[in-house]
């Protein structure tokens, strides 16, 4: 599939370009690395800020058509992954997958409850516990919305031959562990403010 942008028009759209946020070398050197090789790696940045700007605006547009914040469509979408999985939901599970606490997770679940889109019932086996699970109302929604676009992905990942999709899988991979926020490398408030 060709980009929707070319030459200059690329170069000047992409924010994400290296000698555009980085021209004093603070942050990447570039000493030895040949400028086409930078560029390229530009575009790469480019094609996965295009991709964010993708699924920001699919989460936009979901978010608005479901009345839901980011929060309430991850919890369906929990929801819906362990219920075609056969898991039950309860909001010890759902806490620990969103990371959130007890309370809030009371609070989510009065208010999807309230709007209609998830069931509360007693645990089969444990009768402290509640199950979970997102009203058919809800799953058919989602599945013909944000489960529609999203499943497109599909279609992108199988187009690549196996040997592709193994270095895209390996480079998502690596991104993600080099981007990945330690304890060390993350200013807390104080030392933020201090500059």
Avoid: C
């Amino acid at each position: 599939m060709q980009d929707k942008f070319t030459g200059e028009e690329q170069d000047r759209s992409n924010v994400y370009d290296l000698d555009s946020n980085d021209p004093e070398q603070r942050l990447v050197s570039r000493t030895g690395v040949d400028p086409a090789q930078v560029q390229h790696i530009g575009m790469l940045m480019g094609a996965l800020g295009r991709l964010r700007d993708a699924e920001q605006e699919l989460s936009d547009a979901s978010l608005k058509y479901m009345r839901l914040n980011e929060t309430d469509m991850r919890a369906l979408h929990f929801l819906i992954v362990a219920g075609n999985r056969g898991d039950l939901a309860t909001p010890g599970t759902i806490a620990s997958h969103l990371k959130i606490s007890s309370a809030s997770t009371t609070k989510l679940l009065d208010r999807l409850e309230r709007a209609g889109h998830i069931v509360r019932r007693a645990h089969p086996t444990d009768r402290r516990a509640l199950a979970i699970s997102i009203t058919p109302e809800t799953h058919e929604a989602a599945m013909n919305t944000v489960g529609k676009q999203h499943a497109k992905r599909f279609h992108a990942a199988a187009r690549l031959t196996p040997a592709e999709r193994d270095v895209v899988i390996r480079f998502l991979d690596d991104m993600a562990s080099e981007i990945r926020i330690g304890s060390d490398e993350w200013p807390n408030q104080d030392e933020a403010g201090a500059n």
